[in-house]
């Protein structure tokens, strides 16, 4: 089946390096720093030349950065800073080894690699279109633009439980660092039954979920015998996820619908990596649905990506790759702003949190190879080389983010702390 959303992968989608004297300016002033900053990290950055840079140049083995069109990459990266550098990459006109051990050493340098003085200019950078900002009217279209790509395409890369979201290896399993994809799926499981024991849930449970994906934590809550009403603004997820909930009848409800349309009481509420297409304009709105639908003595249990407080405020006016490409309108919280926000605008407040960002590194390592070793079956689906570049950075980016420790994954779980003394 081809997908209907292949304009993603438009050259107009995608520009060329920019020209004329003011690119060239920016250009030069974006190669002294890209060179300066480099030249102290443990990489190794091959340019067309034959000339090497990076701290350890001469000593093997390190992350390989191939520079295969210089003048390119220093335009776009002049240009467009951090968006032009994954533009140059789904390009061509650099690439690596290994993507995302390249990027960790980067995740792991950020805040350092721009000069404190430059860094003062960032309310001059690109901020996010109007039209990505996730009110009610604007969120369907964010979710279509991602996860209505194509359901063939996920399958291809998800394990058989299709679940889109950090698993949650046991110790064993991860041994040596590195988990294996026979033991993905009971992972993904395992995640699933820790939220749904952090809220409660059992038989004759009214369990609300925020963000279906594909029906997998429908369908074990349903096993568990509760009653689920789970919401989601793709068309295509709600296809697969109510042909898979159909042997549940009236247990399982499926429905395209906004958090903020849902009405009822729910004795348990589970959202699982949602927040993150929220925004932080919308986190009153999005913890004032879960206050008002939460029954007495319910609990919320929800997986959050976060991100450092000082990191995401400086960052929440920024127009991003990430946002440009993969997930429009979407912004990571800090636990902080998690906390903060539920307590200032309802009686909600955290009761426990516990955080695995490696296990997301290794979720998304595991994904990514899968996507790779399946790059003719993506293609065979409509989807050219450049998208699988474009889904290569990334997969790879979002990999360096956990391994690097600049991002983290958690559960956290709240509830009225009047009604649970």
């Known amino acids: 089946m081809t997908s209907s959303c292949l304009d993603t992968t438009s050259d107009d989608l995608l520009p060329p390096p920019p020209t004329g004297w003011q690119t060239r300016v920016r250009a030069g002033g974006a190669a002294i720093l890209f060179r300066h900053a480099l030249a102290r990290l443990p990489l190794r950055v091959e340019f067309p030349d034959g000339s090497v840079l990076g701290a ?47 990027l960790t050493v980067l995740a792991a340098q950020l805040p350092r690699l721009i000069p404190g003085a430059l860094q003062r200019f960032r309310s001059l950078l690109p901020r996010p279109p109007a039209g990505e900002i996730g009110t009610a009217a604007q969120a369907r279209s964010n979710i279509e633009h991602h996860y209505d790509l194509s359901n063939e395409l996920f399958q291809l890369f998800l394990d058989e439980t299709l679940t889109y979201s950090s698993a949650l290896f046991t110790a064993p399993e991860l041994a040596g660092g590195r988990a294996r994809w026979e033991h993905l799926a009971r992972a993904q499981q395992r995640k699933i039954d820790r939220l749904l024991d952090a809220a409660g849930v059992g038989p004759g449970t009214r369990l609300l979920e925020i963000g279906t994906g594909w029906g997998e934590l429908a369908l074990r809550a349903a096993a568990r015998g509760a009653r689920v009403h789970t919401v989601t603004l793709s068309a295509r997820q709600l296809t697969l996820a109510r042909a898979r909930a159909a042997g549940y009848g009236e247990q399982v409800r499926v429905e395209l619908c906004d958090y903020r349309d849902v009405r009822g009481e729910f004795d348990a509420i589970v959202s699982v990596e949602m927040i993150e297409a929220v925004g932080f304009r919308h986190w009153p709105a999005y913890f004032e649905c879960l206050d008002r639908l939460l029954a007495p003595g319910g609990r919320v249990a929800v997986q959050a990506i976060t991100m450092p407080d000082d990191r995401m405020r400086a960052s929440r006016h920024t127009y ?31 009761r426990e949190r516990a955080g695995f960002g490696p296990h997301y590194a290794e979720t998304l390592r595991l994904w990514r190879e899968r996507f790779d070793s399946r790059a003719a079956e993506v293609g065979a689906l409509g989807f050219d080389a450049r998208f699988r570049r474009l889904w290569q950075f990334y997969l790879a980016y979002s990999e360096a983010g956990f391994r690097s420790g600049y991002l983290d994954v958690q559960h956290i779980v709240l509830d009225r702390t009047e009604e649970h003394p």
């Open 320 to 350: 991003t790759w990430i946002q440009k490409y993969i997930f429009p309108g979407g912004f990571l919280p800090s636990t902080e702003a998690i906390e903060t926000t539920a307590a200032r605008y309802t009686r909600l407040r955290v």
């Open 56 to 102: 350890g140049s001469r000593q093997e083995p390190l992350p390989r950065m191939i520079i295969r069109d210089a003048e390119a990459f220093y335009a776009r990266l002049g240009q467009h800073g951090l968006i032009g550098f994954g533009e140059s990459y789904t390009a061509g006109e650099w690439t690596a080894t290994d993507p995302a051990a390249v």
